[in-house]
């Protein structure tokens, strides 16, 4: 008997029009435990580089992770994987809600789709009996509207729907998966899902889940319930509020947006606006969210808040989180309505909220600086807000300049040329970043953003608070009751981590010290990421209720494989490698892993340097940034390290100095930008 | 006959549908509490407690089941309430053939909630417990009952029956009655 998970992956080749209900090797589990985990491996497997990301033979994953479905509150990410349009890497976007644990509860792990569907379709998957059904009549429909339409086609409201809008349809680099109040949004996934045809998959389960070892899994439990509680009614004192409590940032509650209006940048990631903030634009956004706000909600069994409902006056009613309440408003310079309006549309069509509000904001500043011309944007409004409105329209249905702005900044600016490459100035590895843009170099971000293979900061960071404490007293405080450090020096070093002086950034945390706190870091992210659990109850605050120290028993109690934390590591460590791994087979080298050139104005090129050598050969990498023969063994990924030999990106007499596989780089590096239209 | 007062224990949850953020929990903690052996598994569709879940619409009814209902009821009205349409099932706690909710997804046999009744006995219902936003709140209160003056008020109406029937027939009736409720 399977536990936690249910052995079997639900294979769907479109062209084909073929379903299978494929069993799963337990072993897999063990050595790559789900999720995330379990997907990469079936992209390394199944998706060589040749394949294109708009290619029938590029595979689209939905996932769930181990623990979804079982009682671990938060636990119910959905995990989608594939080869990304726009970054050309490996994406693995993820979304909360309640389609995962529905999909377990249906009897499947995963849906695996292939091919490409000739004419658009749906997937219904009730159970036992699954079904390719024509969606020619939800053709540019919004993501939100189609999943109401199949509800109420099927006549099924508990159905779960995850589907696409029209930017999906048009194969916007950009668009997103959306279901209720959560989307899948970054690296283009939702185009993919478009390339292949697929308008929704709606989910209907009513099979048990079950637990090896019952009485210990709930234990485990209440004791997050529990501390969960706890953490509510202890804010943790002396950091900003957004970082004081538990899951994403409670964008949904806030009102008090000076931190994000006065440290993010406006426009296309541009201008600080250092004395925004005052108390008549308190007062005129705080009326503006609570007009629009109906009821604050959750995703599936989770008693965090996250999410809010929104109705505003001419809008259909909508859910939203997080930061995409002011990525539109500051992109644009307008104010918070405009945000929700916008914000509206722009979730109906299924595109990213990170992304999109740059690319619009891109565009008129080509149109500022004379790069494009009054042609390229025939009728467009004068004022801003309606520009960002027609500039939307265009790029989700392609049209005119919009058909280049959907490819994202970075390839739109090549197609553009004439400097337009300058505008393009936010990226990592194709993909936009937050747009923030600092004083001086912090060197445990340089190495996050630099090697962070989802391209997202906040996918990524969490766990070892952002910036030193001022006080000792404030510092003993915050590491008295902090269990959940992996190791007892990481509280040595924030002990010791001054605001100024000898031991203040960047050199302090040390080179060594930044390598331990990245992996820390980024380790947790990764079983997340396996296990389905959110980041905002684990990986991303501050004093999480999920660790290395309890996610063992979770584990072993949950799915019955024996676990401890040396284990859990070493499995994060292999499947987080066989991620680098896909995307170092497509290319990726260590020219690519760097922040944006402007993120930091103070830069510390030595420094950086000596910090990636470290990081790289702390992680088992050469100096170009791909695994060594040595690590992969270590890992049990020897299947890798000979197909990077037999591709030339290894060599027998590798040892991993610079000279030797700078040829490699030269030899595979994937430059040219691919437009498939 | 002298009509004595009695104290009688009547345990509920109050349901405050303005609180519910629409998370499920209750349906999990549910199901895996009544599973055998107990938390061995999960599953909604088990559960003795749905919430009728409508985000669009603002909808969010946590609701119990109840006694089982052979047929459906014969009108299902719409109740209006804020602005926002209720089906009448939605505040229905029946087992009922009119919906899936509250019957065994293998078996189709009814569901109903017993309190999380158990030895030794939970300090609340399990739903309750896992509800951190207070949606659900047990409550146990003391209610006077007139028995006495109802059994006074049954051989009143037996009487009655008996001279309209026979009291050969009202005793087979009762007979009747009480095999098919052990049986």
Redesign the interface.
């Known amino acids: 008997m399977r536990y936690a998970e249910t052995g079997f992956n639900l294979e769907i080749d479109l062209t084909r029009r073929s379903i299978e209900r494929v069993a799963t090797d337990p072993v897999d589990t063990e050595l790559y435990l789900g999720g995330l985990g379990t997907s990469a491996k079936i992209l390394w497997d199944r998706v060589p580089p040749e394949v294109e990301p708009f290619s029938p033979e590029n595979l689209l994953i939905f996932s769930t992770g181990l623990l979804c ?3 671990a ?1 938060g636990c119910n990410r959905t995990i989608v994987s594939t080869i990304s349009p726009q970054t050309r890497l490996m994406a693995f976007s993820m979304m909360g809600g ?1 389609w995962a644990p529905e999909l377990k ?1 249906a009897g499947y792990d995963k849906v695996i789709l292939r091919g490409r569907s000739p004419g658009l379709v749906y997937l219904w998957i009730n159970n036992d009996k699954v079904e390719i059904r024509d969606a020619a009549h939800l053709k540019g429909k919004g993501a ?1 509207e189609t999943e ?1 339409l199949i509800r109420r086609e099927l006549n099924e ?1 508990k159905a779960q729907v995850a589907a696409i809008g029209l930017a999906g349809e048009n194969r916007v680099y950009f668009a997103s998966i959306e279901q ?2 959560s989307s899948a949004s970054r690296g283009g996934i939702g185009a993919v899902m478009g390339d292949k045809g697929v308008k929704a998959i709606a989910v209907r ?7 090896a070892r ?2 210990e ?2 234990e485990l439990c209440n004791g997050v ?1 529990k501390y ?2 706890l953490r ?1 009614d202890n804010p943790i004192p002396g950091v900003m509020p957004i970082l004081a409590g538990l899951g994403s940032p409670q964008e949904m509650k806030v009102h008090d947006e000076k931190w994000h209006t006065e440290n993010f940048m406006w426009g296309n990631s541009r201008t600080r606006r250092k004395d925004f903030w005052n108390e008549e634009i308190e007062k005129n956004w705080r009326a503006t969210l609570e007009n629009a706000r ?10 965090m ?1 996250c999410a809010a ?1 929104l109705s505003v006056p001419g809008f ?4 939203m989180k997080c930061f995409s309440k002011l990525t539109y408003t500051m992109a644009a310079y307008s104010d918070l309505d405009f945000g929700l309006k916008i914000a509206q549309m722009a979730t109906d069509y299924g595109v990213d909220a990170f992304s999109t509000p740059q690319v619009m904001a891109f565009a008129l500043e080509l149109l500022e600086a004379g790069i494009l011309t009054g042609k390229d944007f025939p009728d467009i409004p004068a004022d801003s807000e309606g520009r960002f409105f027609w500039l939307l329209d265009r790029i989700v249905r392609r049209e005119g300049i919009g058909d280049v702005l959907a490819n994202g900044t970075y390839w739109a600016a090549r197609q553009i040329g004439n400097g337009a490459e300058e505008f393009a100035h936010n990226n990592i590895k194709k993909h936009e970043q937050l747009p923030l843009k600092l004083s001086m170099l912090n060197p445990i971000y340089f190495l996050m953003y630099a090697t962070g293979e989802k391209i997202n900061i906040t996918q990524i960071e969490g766990q070892f608070p952002q910036a030193p404490f001022l006080t000792m007293e404030e510092r003993e405080e915050f590491v008295k009751d902090w269990v959940q450090v992996p190791d007892e020096k990481f509280k040595q070093y924030l002990l010791d981590w001054e605001p100024r002086g000898e031991k203040s950034m960047p050199f302090y945390p040390t080179v060594e010290m930044c390598c331990d706190i990245v992996d820390w870091q980024e380790r947790m992210h990764y079983i997340d990421d396996a296990l389905g659990m959110c980041s905002g109850l684990s990986s991303f605050p501050l004093k999480p209720p999920y660790h290395i120290h309890n996610y063992p028993k979770f584990i072993s109690s949950g799915a019955g494989i024996e676990m401890d934390e040396a284990r859990l590591t070493q499995a994060a460590k292999r499947y987080r490698t066989l991620v680098r791994a896909i995307n170092i087979s497509r290319g990726m080298r260590r020219a690519d892993e760097k922040p944006p050139e402007n993120h930091w104005k103070k830069r510390f090129p030595e420094l950086e340097k000596e910090l990636l050598d470290t990081y790289y050969k702390f992680k088992g990498w050469n100096d170009d940034g791909i695994p060594t023969k040595e690590s992969l063994h270590e890992l049990g990924l020897d299947y890798v390290s000979e197909e990077f030999l037999r591709r030339g990106i290894l060599s027998d007499s590798d040892n991993g100095s610079a000279e030797g596989t700078s040829v490699t780089r030269q030899e595979t590096k994937v430059e040219d930008p691919h437009h498939e239209g | 006959m002298k009509v004595e007062k009695r104290k009688k224990t009547i345990k509920t949850i109050r349901i405050d549908v303005d609180k519910c953020i629409g998370c499920m929990a209750c349906e999990v903690i549910c199901s895996a509490f009544h599973a055998t052996p107990k938390y061995s598994s999960n599953n909604p569709a088990r559960s003795r407690i749905r919430v009728i879940r409508d985000p669009i619409a603002d909808i969010f009814v946590p609701v119990y089941a109840g006694e089982y209902a052979v047929a459906e009821c014969a009108g299902r009205d719409k109740y209006t309430i804020d602005g926002k349409e209720y089906d009448e099932c939605a505040f229905c706690r029946a087992s009922c053939p009119s919906r899936d909710l509250f019957k065994e997804p293998d078996s189709g046999l009814p569901l109903k909630c017993d309190m999380c009744e158990s030895d030794p006995p939970q300090e609340k219902p399990l739903c309750v417990q896992w509800c951190l936003n207070e949606a659900l709140i047990y409550e146990v209160r003391e209610e006077e009952a007139e028995e006495d003056g109802k059994i006074e008020d049954l051989e009143t109406g037996l009487e009655s029956l008996a001279n309209k029937y026979g009291l050969n027939k009202i005793m087979d009736i009762v007979t009747r009655m009480s095999v098919s409720k052990k049986g």
């Not at chain 1, 389960?205 to 637990?211: A, P, R």
């Not at chain 1, 109906?294 to 008693?303: A, D, V």
């Not at chain 1, 259909?316 to 859910?319: I, R």
Request: contains cysteine.
């Open positions: 479905g079982t009682p509150p309640f509860h939100i109401e409201p209720g109040r389960g009513k099979g048990d889940i079950n637990m019952p009485e899994f709930m319930l969960i509680k509510e109906i009821r604050l909600i959750s995703c599936y069994n989770c008693p808040k409902t259909p009613t909508y859910m």
